[in-house]
């Protein structure tokens, strides 16, 4: 059974950082690219990065380049999302998706299986 599972999310002041995890099972990691998307409240759903475990290929939007780092860690089948400066416009439910081939795109349709999500906010 193909499994993805999200963890990490939380409460965030202004300039926070953390850490997202997104733990694959139930497929050939090196055979797929990982993808973080979100959506925010009233947003669409947006791609945020975009790591193939192929050749360690990224994308991240322009939204987030700069502050949030993606990176793979192939032994133990996770992909993890740094997310550092965070601002207030980051609040969203983030989902990590899994794609064959392993390329890299920020188009959600291609992706084949999704994980439920992790919250992140800032407090009210």
């Known amino acids: 059974e193909v499994q993805l599972v999200e963890s990490g999310g939380g409460l965030v002041q202004a300039g926070g950082s953390l850490r997202l995890s997104c733990r694959a099972s139930?497929?050939?990691?090196?055979?797929?690219?990982i993808g973080w998307f979100r959506q925010g409240p009233g947003t669409k759903r947006e791609a945020v990065a975009c790591?193939?475990?192929?050749?360690?290929?990224?994308y991240y939007s322009d939204s987030v380049r700069g502050r949030f780092t993606i990176s793979s860690d192939n032994a133990e089948n996770t992909v993890y999302l740094q997310m550092d400066s965070l601002k207030p416009e980051d609040t969203a439910v983030y989902s990590c998706a899994a794609l064959k081939p392993p390329i890299v795109t920020a188009n959600a349709a291609m992706y084949d299986y999704w994980g439920q999500g992790t919250q992140v906010r800032y407090p009210t």
């Open positions: 139930g497929f050939t990691f090196g055979d797929y690219a």
């Open positions: 790591i193939s475990n192929f050749d360690s290929s990224t």
